[in-house]
């Protein structure tokens, strides 16, 4: 199973949490981000739709699939000092 990791992380003189190498806006402090991340993290694990998608790989071939909106992948907030 994939596991997608919601990092919280000091960012532009606040907080912000790191996701899949994206940052978050900034929050002022780190009990906002921290509650951001645990959001996100609650949000990706609900079952969506299934759906057609399509979409390019890195040597620019497309690829048609049908995504199964209950596959969804689990998650963990990583909160390190």
Known sequence: MVIVKYEVVQHDGGWAYK?????SETFRTHEAALK??????????????????VYQDANGQ????LADGRDRPGTRVVDEP
């Open 19 to 23: 996701a899949g190498g994206a940052l």
């Open 36 to 53: 951001a991340a645990e959001k996100a993290a609650a949000r990706q694990k609900r079952p969506g739709a299934t759906d057609g998608i």
């Open 62 to 65: 497309w690829h048609e699939e």
